[in-house]
């Protein structure tokens, strides 16, 4: 194991601003996306009944690097929504979404409900281009794509990753 002084925990109260700082600095979420980001922080920091966020947030040298939300998609008896991936541009390509992605993969296999699926919805689009090659190399394959979802030209692909089996089984 490296230790590159990177450490991974829960999601805090106090993250929010420097999970909107992130949000905003990674260049691709429009302002009402980014809205939603944050509404899943204060959802998770103020549950509902059916709230069930998980967060798993990267830390270097006391400051937030970068963090994951996935949780239980509802009315799936162990499917799973990687619904935010995302690193501070100054620290992509060191392997912070690699280490958030494990964590994220392996806790929803780990669920007492077993994860059988981990989908993470994303844009055909330039911006996502780092997203797209990040999910194919770490074992995600296009389970579904919906052409013109987001606006005309803007197409959904959604990745999907078994989690109850090795690749190729
Ligand atoms: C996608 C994203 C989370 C990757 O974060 P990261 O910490 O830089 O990723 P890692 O360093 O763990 O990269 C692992 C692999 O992903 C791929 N990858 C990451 N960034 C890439 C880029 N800019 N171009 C091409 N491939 C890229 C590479 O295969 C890389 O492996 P390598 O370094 O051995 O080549 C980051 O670019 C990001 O925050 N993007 C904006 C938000 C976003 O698109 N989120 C996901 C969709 S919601």
Redesign the pocket.
């Not at 935010?84 to 690193?87: K, R, S, Y």
């Not at 620290?91 to 690699?98: L, P």
């Not at 911006?127 to 997203?131: D, E, H, L, P, T």
């Given at each position: 194991l490296i230790d590159d002084g990177l450490t991974l925990r829960g999601l805090r109260a106090g993250d929010r601003p420097a999970i909107a700082s992130i949000l905003a600095a990674?260049g691709?979420f429009r302002p009402e996306e980014i809205a939603i980001g944050l509404e899943l922080v204060d959802e998770t920091v103020n549950p509902g009944p059916s709230t069930d966020y998980r967060w798993v947030v990267a830390e270097r040298l006391g400051a937030l690097v970068?963090f994951a939300c996935f949780g239980p998609v509802p009315l799936t008896d162990a499917t799973y929504d990687l619904y935010?991936?995302?690193?501070a541009p100054a620290?992509?390509?060191?392997?912070?979404?690699?280490r958030l992605e494990a964590a994220a993969a392996e806790a929803a296999a780990a669920a007492a409900s077993g994860g059988r699926w981990l989908l993470?919805e994303?844009s055909s689009m330039d911006?996502?281009?780092?997203?797209r090659?990040?999910y194919e190399?770490f074992g995600y394959v296009q389970v579904g794509r919906i052409e013109d979802f987001y606006r005309v030209g803007d197409h959904k692909i959604t990745y999907g990753k078994r989690l109850d089996r090795r690749r190729g089984e």
């Open positions: 990674v691709v970068g935010w991936l995302a690193v620290e992509q390509g060191r392997g912070v979404a690699s993470a994303t911006g996502y281009a780092a997203a090659t990040f190399k």
